[in-house]
Each structure stands twice: as C-alpha cells, then as structure tokens.
Antibody, heavy 116, light 107 residues
C-alpha cells in the first residue's frame, strides 16, 4: 500500500529555517517524480517544487532561492528545506507522488506557520 | 508560467442537478489537464486526467472535456458527497499549476 507521511511542520520565525520530511512506503521515491504542494489557510493549491527521477528540480517563483527539495534514497524519504520563510509561506504542505504530471498519492499534510 | 482560471469561484446547486465547471489556460496545453476534488481538512483526490479520462474508482457521473485552452468538468446528477471544492491542474508545462478552485455548495 502506498503511504506518504509528512513531518517537521510547526511554528517558525520569519528568517529562520525548517526542514519538512516525507517518509514514503509501498513504492520507491527515487523511481518517481515527487512534489511538494501547499495550501495557505482558506486558499487554493500551489505547486511548490518537484524533483524528477534524474534528480533535476524545479521551483515556483515564490520560493525559488529559499526552498530546496531533495531526497534520501536510502531512507526512501523526500525533504523540503525551507530557508528565510515569510508570512506568506504559512500553509499546509503536502508531499505528493507525481506520476506523469498527476498527483496520484498525497500525504496527510503538515502545517507550517511563519510568525514572530 | 501557465495560468489556470476557473469559473465560477462558487457554485450553489441542489442534489440531482447537473453542474459544469470551466477551466481556462493562458496558453494551449493540449489535453494535459486534470481535475481534483478536495473536502475540508483532506488532501485532494484525483478525478480526471488527460482532460477526459476517469480515474479508477471515480463515479461515472463525473466527466471532463476540452482541449487547447478551454476545459469543463461536468457532474451529471449531484450527490450529497459531491459538495466540495474542485481544482483543475495543467501538466503540459513542467511548472505545474492549479486553478484557484470552485467551491460547490448546497443550495
């Protein structure tokens, strides 16, 4: 059974740093495209970042230069390193398996709140 | 980036109604469009991919159509479980983008 379990969310001060983790089971992270998608409170979905099987990465303009997506193949885990967060980064962050551009499996989400 | 615009933003309807949601892309995306359903506090669920292909397990009252820049999601006869928010998503461009969502409410 495919499962994605996020962790690492919480309260973070503007300008700080936080790393989100997504532990995958039932499939191999490195053999799939993996994404982070976020949703600000009461708002719509926003694609944050994607990592392809070959390791190339892409980011939304809103987080480029501040966030870094990566994976640990030995742990079958996806990460999102969030540096210099801003208030507008406050959201539920979903880990997502992305097959051919579609999200076919989602994690349960982890809430990140950026506030002083 | 390709911008996706959904209309309406909110739709009020009754059980049994036929409803249609529209999604427009700022550039042509062929048929690389998906629709998701999201309920409060839950992750989205894939309904339709490649504009009109129904995901396994999704009821046949859901259908999608369109190509290029204009797409629709139709629910033929609304059921109580269908009241939710719906999002379109393009996957033509590697910077995938979602529409802003359409909230389907009970009239």
């Amino acid at each position: 059974e495919v499962q994605l379990v996020e962790s690492g969310g919480g309260l973070i001060q503007p300008g700080g740093s936080l790393r989100l983790s997504c532990a995958a089971s039932g499939f191999t992270v490195s053999s799939n495209y993996m994404s982070w998608v976020r949703q600000a409170p009461g708002k719509g979905l926003e694609w944050v970042s994607i990592i392809y099987t070959v390791g190339s990465t892409y980011y939304a303009d809103s987080v480029k230069g501040r966030f870094t997506i990566s994976r640990d193949n030995s742990k079958n885990t996806l990460y999102l390193q969030m540096n210099s967060p801003r208030g507008e980064d406050t959201a539920v962050y979903y880990c997502a398996r992305t097959t051919g551009g579609l999200v076919d499996y989602w994690g349960q989400g982890t809430l990140v709140t950026v506030s002083s | 980036d390709i911008q996706m615009t959904q209309s309406p933003s909110t739709l009020s309807a009754s059980v049994g109604d036929r409803v249609t949601i529209t999604c427009r892309a700022s550039l042509t995306i062929s048929r690389w469009l998906a629709w998701y359903q999201q309920k409060p506090g839950k992750a989205p669920k894939l309904l339709i991919y490649k504009a009109s292909s129904l995901e396994s397990g999704v009821p046949s009252r859901f259908s999608g159509s369109g190509s290029g820049t204009e797409f629709t999601l139709t629910i033929s006869s609304l059921q109580p479980d269908d009241f939710a928010t719906y999002y379109c998503q393009q996957y033509h461009d590697y910077l995938y983008t979602f529409g802003q969502g359409t909230k389907l409410e009970i009239k």
